[in-house]
């Protein structure tokens, strides 16, 4: 079975090509044709691929495919590059958001087809890979490696979801290979090795807030590793984000920020946003349907919100020089593929947005369960750049922002209660489909300091008692391991299901307190993962020109898709003793112990004796002379 | 007898059974003065939900009951409230017992020393009457059951109150004589919160002098007594080990419990001296402190040993005292068991040098723990030290209570051989003191 729609996906492959191939200029009719093309090769995608996780970035790896397929054939007569073993591309996602913001997706992707984990054979000539990051990964027998740096927090409830979930401040998770025998030790070294490439303080990550989740975090790209002694993960809530982290992030690049989409990332410009996300997820992929042979994916993505509905003095217009204090000039040379990308789903009949300039290409996407539509426009055409020989795209807002999205998962949290001894952590899941309950895996990793007693967790929805299915808990180690609690929580249809725990806020040594002790320390955000029933299989009214045969039963790679949602970091304050005294606590403290042991030490050693006084001191001296002179002595 | 301590059982339940249904119970179980780490009872439900969750509950730093204690309330869990008074009353009814029995010894060695002539002839008003030493007993009973530090302790359930109660027990069996008995109860005491161990010379001093075994290094018959009694001791020691291990399968428990105890790696207040103190250490010295800070509750038994070898159950009370006193996570619970025994001491009343100045301090910490904490807490407007000073003069005050009654026993029995009102040389009257 899986041999015949391979087979069909070849033959679609080279029917798609041949259509691609000789029209030179695509039309909307074109790009709807080819949806039903696309949904047939990311079926055969998501059969072939392992977990469920992957699920969306498996679909957009095959539009992404194959959309580049239909220009590298075009290029390849062209250019025709020697066997290069490596590729890289670009590409630039705009969605203008309901609220008004912009969200800008930078997207680079390196594919190499070797192998750093072989034994014996050492890797050393690098070209289109960062050396940097190749030497880590062969060095650690790192199998996957995902790790992010976010300054802001995702507002899911305005923004709806990010193609790229990631929490506040740092995020760390690394599948080891299993050939590892001591994965604390590479762990380790691997975060220290990172911190210095990152310029990031990763090297305070130890094993006080590293986690070992057990059904949260599956590896995305090849293997089907389950043991979950070999996955770190760890995060730094605290962690601030700024130039410092991005100038040794854009260096990883084939082109640095000289060409390309990258020099577009001014960090005056990015910094000043609402949300700033930049991560790499390094993992092993298939090169081919049948997965012959595996390639190494370095993806670098960067994630930005602009709020410019606010600070654009009334205008509700952005462009590229707005946002980013530069234009396009040029695709990066090294790059296969190089494109911009504006959703314009919400704005079919152009009665929302005015877009300039017009883009004759249209592509289409399932993304996050949803159909989105997009005005491509390709850097690598000259015809792109104009007369001017700059690309600046041009958004004029026509209508007033829409209302407040609903996604249908959405998850926050809080702490509850007063007083710096107990507490309280709510976590809110919501689920906002109308009718489909579905799974949600909750995963939450708390610091040592809070202790949280298990017996109260309590989980409800809809006001009724919701037993979690599976509960993974791993109690906290004082000072070496932090608390680890994974619940699978089925959501009720249109429910919000609350999950509390109550905690105790424990007294710390002076010296463990962070230099702003008041300011309260951070709980990293609970991770929420899910296969959530898709918005295209919600939709009933199939009025979009499709085939009829295709519409009637649900397609099965579009009825759910994977999603991760971080809540909120949470700052809570613990007691503090006071720091400007240490001395006198140990004086006073020894004092005490001292009273005790004296008094005990007089009764022990000493016996009652009649009191005689001493003869005053004349009288001694007087009987000291007495007793020189030889006459008795006065008594 | 019986008649009045039923009503003080039933007075003492009732109370008890009023509060537990109060909306107090939670308020006073969430105290940091009534429950520490090692007793609290929501560590106690955390470990059983831990276990039904299939995770040990020694994997994590929540839970530090014996393993004991566990298959307890695993059984016990729903009548944990009775199980709590019941403790109290088992309590008190041995310390009553005991005391009867001490009292009993007492007045019969007091006899056989009129008798024989030994006490000088102005020292008749120091003897004791059996009149006056009726109602100790009772009032032993009534001082532990009616302690508001016995009451908060069982309300909040703190497994104090068990500990207690086999402190109880051991001390009735030992002044019955039941050398196994004793060494068996005195095994679980130190397999529960491993500082009774010292209550092991009280013991055996205690039934070497029953026995008329001199205590003496050279003498077959001393050294009989002390290995058999030591056996059955460190025998049934092994044996609750053992048990432990085989219940759980593992010696988890061993660090987490006394380890625990020994490092002192949870510094959430309490009462007494190590929270703060080991809060603000330097880490280079923390080690070097811990040793001596713990060193410091041990150490006192011999030489206490050697002094008080004639007045083994003085000596019990010292060492529960000094061990309350300086025990890394001491609850009230702790300081309502040797209180129990000031009854027992009335007639040392006469040579304590500052009941009054000590009463008045334990008082006024007593109402200022709870104060100085929702300062601290809760309103925000104090900080640690406020809280730290309070618990640094209740210790200051038990030091000077214990110190005080030591001073008085050591005192009296002075004046029982030298004669109560002491000449000087020129005939007029002396002062005593300490040299």
């Known amino acids: 079975m899986a041999a015949h729609r391979c087979g069909l996906s070849l033959v679609c492959i080279l029917i798609f090509s041949s259509l691609a191939h000789p029209s030179s200029c695509d039309t909307l009719e074109k790009a709807n044709d080819n949806t039903a093309e696309k949904r047939s090769i990311s079926e055969v995608n998501t059969d072939g691929s392992v977990a469920g996780e992957a699920l969306n970035e498996r679909q957009w790896q095959s539009t992404d495919a194959e959309v580049d397929r239909s220009d590298s054939t075009t290029h390849s007569e062209a250019l025709t590059p020697a066997a290069a073993r490596d590729e890289f591309q670009e590409e630039l996602v705009i969605r203008p958001l309901h609220s008004g913001d912009i969200y800008a997706s930078f997207q680079f992707r390196t594919l190499w087809d070797t192998d750093f984990l072989q034994e014996g054979q050492k890797v050393s000539h690098y070209r289109l890979f960062p050396k940097s990051l190749g030497q880590v990964l062969s060095k650690f027998s790192v199998r996957e490696l995902h790790i992010s740096f976010t300054q802001g927090f995702w507002r899911t409830m305005q923004w709806g979801q990010p193609f790229i979930p990631s929490p506040p401040g740092a995020e760390l998770w690394v599948w080891f290979h299993d050939t590892v025998s001591d994965v604390d030790g590479n762990w380790k070294e691997l975060t220290n090795v990172l911190s210095g490439i990152f310029c990031a303080s990763l090297n305070f990550i130890d094993l006080t807030n590293t986690v070992q989740p057990s059904a949260s975090f599956k590896p995305l790209g090849l293997g089907n590793a389950t043991d979950h002694r070999f996955l770190r993960y760890a995060t730094l809530p605290r962690e601030i984000v700024c130039t410092e982290n991005l100038t040794p992030w854009k260096k990883l690049l084939p082109c640095g920020s000289k060409a390309g989409l990258a020099v577009l990332m001014k960090s005056e410009k990015l910094f000043h946003s609402s949300f700033h996300s930049q991560a790499v997820h390094i993992r092993p992929i298939c090169q081919d349907e049948q997965c012959s042979s595996k390639a190494w994916e370095l993806r670098q993505t960067l994630n930005v919100v602009f709020d410019l509905h606010t600070s654009g003095q009334g205008k509700k217009e952005w462009s590229l020089f707005k946002m980013f204090s530069r234009t396009l000039t040029e695709a990066c040379p090294l790059a296969s593929s190089s494109k911009v990308y504006v959703d314009i789903t919400d704005n079919p009949e152009g009665e929302l947005f005015e877009l300039s300039p017009a883009t004759p290409l249209l592509g289409q996407a399932v993304v996050l369960g949803d159909r989105r539509t997009y005005s491509v426009y390709d850097l690598s055409r000259a015809e792109t750049f104009g007369q001017l020989r700059s690309f600046n795209l041009l958004l004029r807002w026509k209508g007033d922002s829409g209302d407040m999205l609903r996604p249908l998962l959405h998850a926050e949290r809080y702490v509850a209660g007063f007083g710096l001894q107990t507490g309280e952590i709510h976590t809110v899941i919501y689920n906002n489909h109308p009718y489909r309950a579905f799974p949600v895996l909750l995963m939450d990793s708390v610091p040592w300091y809070l202790q949280l007693y298990i017996h109260t967790l309590t989980v409800t929805s809809k006001s009724r008692d919701n037993k979690p299915s599976y509960i993974h808990y791993q109690p906290a180690k004082d000072r070496h391991r932090p608390h680890l609690l994974e619940m699978l929580i089925q959501l009720p249809p249109h429910s919000m299901t609350e999950v509390t725990v109550q905690f105790e806020r424990a007294l710390l040594k002076w010296t463990e307190y962070t230099p702003d002790p008041n300011h309260g320390f951070y709980v990293g955000s609970s991770v929420v993962s899910a296969l959530v029933p898709s918005m295209v299989a919600m939709r009933t009214n199939f009025t979009q020109d499709q085939p009829l045969f295709s519409s009637f039963v649900p397609v099965k790679e579009e009825s759910s898709y994977f999603v991760r949602v971080y809540t909120e970091p949470l700052l809570v304050n613990l007691p503090t003793p006071d720091f400007s005294m240490p001395y006198n606590v140990i004086c006073l403290t020894c004092t005490v112990v001292a009273v005790g042991y004296g008094s005990f030490y007089n009764l022990l050693t000493r016996t009652f004796q009649v009191d005689e006084p001493s003869p005053p001191l004349s009288k001694r001296l007087a009987n000291l002379i007495r007793r020189m002179r030889g006459v008795p002595l006065l008594t | ?435």
């Open chain 2, 1 to 435: 007898m019986a008649a009045p301590l039923t009503l003080l059982l039933i007075v003492a339940v009732t109370i008890r059974a009023v509060l537990f249904r109060s909306s107090w119970a939670e308020l006073i179980s969430e105290r940091v003065e009534v429950v520490s780490p090692l007793n609290a009872w929501k560590r106690v439900v955390e470990g059983l939900a831990l276990l039904d969750l299939g995770v040990s509950p020694y994997s994590g730093d929540v839970f530090h009951e014996t393993p004991f204690m566990i298959y307890l309330f695993h059984f016990v869990v729903d009548y944990a409230e009775i199980v709590f008074m019941i403790a109290d009353g088992i309590t008190a009814v041995a310390l009553y017992l005991s005391i009867q029995t001490y009292n009993k010894n007492v007045f019969r060695k007091q006899k056989y020393a009129l008798e024989s002539d030994r006490y000088p002839a102005d020292c008749l008003e120091l003897l004791r009457s059996p009149k006056e030493m009726f109602y100790i007993p009772l009032k032993v009973a009534m001082f532990y059951l009616l302690n508001p530090f016995t009451i908060l302790s069982c309300v909040a359930k703190s497994t104090c109150g068990l500990n207690n109660a086999i402190i109880a027990l051991f001390i009735l069996c030992t002044l019955k004589g039941s050398a196994l008995l004793s060494g068996i109860l005195l095994a679980l005491a130190t397999y529960q919160s491993i500082y009774p161990l010292t209550l092991f010379a009280p013991a055996l001093l205690f039934f070497l002098q029953r026995l008329y075994i001199p205590v003496n290094l050279r003498r077959s018959s001393f050294w009989f007594f002390t290995l058999q009694y030591a056996f059955i001791y460190v025998g049934s020691l092994v044996v609750i080990t053992g048990l432990s291990f085989f219940l759980l399968g593992s010696w988890d428990f061993i660090p987490s419990v006394y380890g625990f105890i020994f490092s002192v790696p949870d510094l959430t207040p309490n009462i007494g001296l190590f929270w703060y103190f080991f809060a603000e250490m330097f880490e280079h010295f923390r080690l070097f402190f811990i040793c001596v800070f713990q060193i410091n509750v041990f150490f006192y038994t011999i030489p206490l040993s050697i002094k008080l070898k004639e007045h083994p159950v003085f000596l019990i009370f010292m060492q529960i005292a000094i061990i309350s006193i300086f025990k890394s996570y001491p609850t009230v619970g702790d300081v309502a068991l040797y209180m129990a025994f000031l009854p027992a001491w009335s007639h040392l009343y006469r040579f304590l040098r500052n009941i009054f100045l000590v009463s008045c301090v334990l008082l006024a910490c007593s109402a200022l723990f709870p104060v100085l904490w929702h300062l601290w807490i809760y309103a925000g407007s104090a900080n640690s030290n406020f809280y730290y000073a309070i618990t640094l003069l209740f210790n200051f005050g038990q030091i000077l209570l214990v110190s005080d009654y030591f001073y008085a026993y050591l005192r009296r029995e002075h004046h029982l051989t030298h004669g109560l009102y002491l000449k000087k040389k020129d005939g007029t009257e002396a002062t005593l003191v300490l040299k």
